[in-house]
């Protein structure tokens, strides 16, 4: 069977699988074609899989410069051609859209299933995670609104997106809509597979703006085509991969202080129940200089999101209702829905009370690991700075 991916290469591309007369049977993604190809052949498999291996022919592919483009492209055949085990596969859910919408200054959504604003659409994405982590990748290099029009302008300062750069200023109303506009047209340019053009066109723009002797302009183009050019989507690639694996990652999350002192938050992930300690992170707090525990969790993991790392497909905190409520509020706001699980410790802080639904296949036990874990990798960093800031003092 290695005839069908020996002579694939180890880069980003979409793969059609087809069979007797060429009929396309599937269209999938990859980080690296010949790794994800072969994955088909070398392990056990579903039934399903098992049918659509018999009835392949012939397995063609088109590379890609980044995974993100991959899916994109992906996207796009699916929609074009509607491959039988694409459509099967869903099992009568409905796919992923991005949605870009017809307000004054729209906003990029993902939506799923039909329409409910009638704006402009993208898709079918296949995998939500993919498509959340491609959003995210694309509103680094454009960023774009997600406030609703009622709220355009009406912030009393900058919302946290604008701080890291992905909100363009429509909070605080410091874009034109003429901007807005511009940045909305190279993202539906973008979505449609056409990087080349979207490039020709920043250059244009940042040659103009140096003639111009608007120096601050041409930089920032500057930075969004060399940011375009060398798409940054390992999470995208290990999405795909852990997909591949059939692993299933938790994320947890803690927060250490003393009123508000020497804050920190700590994530650590566990994958198929054990700890990778090489993907824990460490967040030293830098926008709270008091006791506040969910505003600390709140910037956290806004900054998380900031990162290409792989989604979880599920959260835990230490804590109860208003740091869950928090957190969801965090993802509500970056277009994301995960599965977010709280763990408080009872009113007399004897027990472990579970705040959420705990999903099918993860045992408690797992979750207090999570839980224990994070509380012990934030108190160890929190301990650390501390002890650093007092031995100057020695």
Request: aromatic share 8%; charged share 30%.
């Amino acid at each position: 069977m290695n005839k069908f991916y020996k002579n694939m290469p180890d880069s980003p591309g979409v793969y059609l699988m087809k069979g007797t007369g060429g009929k396309l049977l599937y269209v999938g993604k990859a980080g690296n074609l010949r790794r994800r190809v072969s994955s088909y052949f070398i392990k056990a498999n579903e039934a399903r899989i098992e049918k659509l291996i018999s009835e392949i022919k012939k397995i063609d592919y088109f590379k890609t410069d980044s995974a993100l483009e991959a899916l994109i492209l992906e996207a796009e055949l699916i929609k074009k051609h509607e491959p039988p085990y694409n459509i099967r596969e869903k099992d009568g859910t409905s796919f992923l859209f991005i949605e870009i919408t017809k307000d004054r200054f729209p906003r990029v959504l993902l939506v799923r299933g039909k329409s409910k604003v009638g704006g402009v659409r993208f898709g079918p994405f296949t995998s939500a995670t993919s498509a959340r982590i491609a959003l995210r990748l694309i509103r680094k290099i454009f960023p774009f609104n997600i406030h609703s029009p009622e709220k355009i302008g009406s912030f009393k300062r900058a919302c946290f997106d604008y701080e890291i750069g992905l909100c363009p200023g429509t909070c605080i109303n410091t874009i034109s809509r003429e901007d807005c506009m511009e940045n909305i047209r190279h993202i539906k340019l973008f979505l449609n597979g056409k990087k080349k053009r979207v490039l020709n066109d920043l250059k244009k723009e940042m040659i103009l703006a140096s003639k111009r002797l608007d120096f601050e302009k041409a930089e920032k183009l500057k930075r969004r085509i060399f940011a375009l050019q060398h798409i940054q989507d390992t999470a995208l690639i290990k999405e795909s991969e852990h997909k591949t694996e059939g692993s299933f990652r938790i994320e947890g999350y803690d927060i250490s202080n003393i009123s508000g002192t020497s804050a920190v938050g700590s994530m650590v992930v566990f994958v198929n129940s054990e700890p990778m300690k090489s993907e824990y992170k460490k967040f030293r707090i830098k926008t709270i200089f008091k006791p506040d525990d969910t505003g600390m969790l709140r910037e956290i993991l806004s900054r998380r999101l900031n990162n290409n790392w792989p989604l979880p497909g599920l959260i835990l905190i230490d804590g109860g209702k208003p740091q869950v409520n928090a957190a969801k509020k965090v993802f509500e706001e970056a277009g994301m829905k995960i599965p977010i699980i709280g763990i408080a410790k009872g009113p007399d802080r004897d027990k472990n009370e579970f705040i959420g639904n705990i999903p099918d296949g993860v045992k408690e036990k797992t979750l207090i690991q999570v839980r224990d874990e994070a509380h012990r990798f934030a108190i160890t960093y929190h301990r650390r700075l501390r002890h650093d800031k007092l031995l100057p003092n020695l």
